[in-house]
């Protein structure tokens, strides 16, 4: 197979970017080997070029000025990492540049999601978050493919690592919520700022994108009612026990006749469903089509490799496009 070289800028070495940046090396060969297509990260847009990190990343490759990403005509791919509020606004850039743009920015991608996805037809380029939502499950790709000749009845899911690994931790081995919550931060799955995990904000922006994508409809996440898990208590999680049930910060989506119904809240859930199964930073995405009845999607909802491995995921489904002169039929890949 003829090689192809694909050149990608990163936005953001934090957790997410340091894992996608070691995802690309580990299986770099590869990737090559399976798809023909040699991906390399050329530019790194980080300032903190000192920090201690455990792979080797040459200095050559940072700058701190976003324009020598998207000014460079051989960077092709884009990834938004930067976790920050306004990242949609260097995405829109990045677009405006002729670049494809992959991120797992949910807060970016449910706050600015009509005008992305815009931005994206406008300028033909591709746009693809797989890894903004349930982070290593391919949830969207999923939906929006194998499952697309289904209609959805609802979705319902655990979309938030820190606060899952929380409430399991307090409910099989009677921890306090301060400590478990320190010991998600050190584990790397946790906001850097927990609010958005704890109060639900972060689910909720995950519910938005999933609505959009399985309902077709815009609800933007502060119109989704939203309560996080601080105020559950561990006499809350026993009397839950003793009626069968475990408490999971459960997000949903149903259709109710024609009317949609949404929430983000604190749920009781029967030992006997498939989502009381479903412990520590794991993720699930349970779905309900009129064609394929249920399904559940399982797995590593958070952290640096799972993350990585979504968002290599998509780059790699446009690298294969740009060397099949394909990008014109798969603009905006994943989405309604
Ligand atoms: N803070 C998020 C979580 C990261 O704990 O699930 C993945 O979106």
């Known amino acids: 197979m003829a090689s192809n070289k694909v050149k990608i800028g990163l936005m953001g070495l934090g957790n997410i970017g340091l894992g996608t940046y ?31 990190r455990d792979i080797v990343v040459p ?5 701190q000025d976003a324009d020598d990403l998207f000014k460079d005509p051989e960077i092709q791919i884009v990834i938004g990492l930067l976790g920050i509020k306004n990242e ?15 991120t797992a920015n949910k807060a970016a ?14 300028n033909n380029v591709m746009l693809r978050y797989e890894a903004s939502v349930g982070g290593g499950i391919p949830i969207l790709t999923c939906l929006t493919g194998a499952l697309q000749a289904n209609q959805y009845q609802e979705v319902l899911g655990i979309l938030n690592g820190t606060t899952n690994y929380i409430l399991t931790q307090m409910t099989d081995y009677d921890l306090n919520y301060e400590d478990v919550l320190k010991d998600a931060q050190a584990k790397g ?51 839950a026990a003793e009626r069968g049930c475990k408490i999971k910060l459960i997000a949903s989506a149903r259709k109710n006749g024609d009317k949609l ?23 699930a995405v349970y779905v309900t ?18 993350t990585g491995s979504a968002v290599m995921g998509d780059v790699i489904e446009i690298g294969k496009a740009i060397v099949k002169n394909a990008a014109y039929d798969l603009v905006v890949a994943g989405g309604k």
């Open 189 to 239: 799955f946790a906001e850097p700022d927990p609010t958005a995990d704890v109060e639900g904000i972060d689910v909720a922006n995950k519910l938005s994108i999933l609505i959009s994508l399985v309902f077709g409809e815009r609800v933007r996440p502060d119109e989704i009612p939203t309560t996080g898990i601080t105020g559950v208590t561990k006499e809350d999680i026993v009397a």
């Open 109 to 122: 991608i449910a706050a600015q999601y009509d005008e992305l996805r815009e931005a994206a037809i406008r």
């Open 289 to 306: 089509g009129n064609a394929v009845d249920e399904l559940m999607f399982y797995g590593r909802g958070a952290g640096p490799l799972p």
């Open 88 to 102: 949609g606004d260097f995405m829109l850039r990045a677009m405006e540049n002729g670049k494809h743009v992959v």
């Open 22 to 52: 070691k995802t690309l090396e580990m299986n770099r060969e590869a990737i090559l080997a399976a798809t023909g297509v040699d991906f390399e990260i050329t530019k790194i847009l980080e300032r903190d070029v000192d920090r201690e």
């Open 261 to 283: 119904e949404y929430s983000v809240k604190p749920t009781e859930i029967p030992f006997t469903h498939p989502l009381a199964g479903v412990s520590n930073e794991f993720n």
């Open 59 to 63: 200095r050559e490759k940072f700058t």
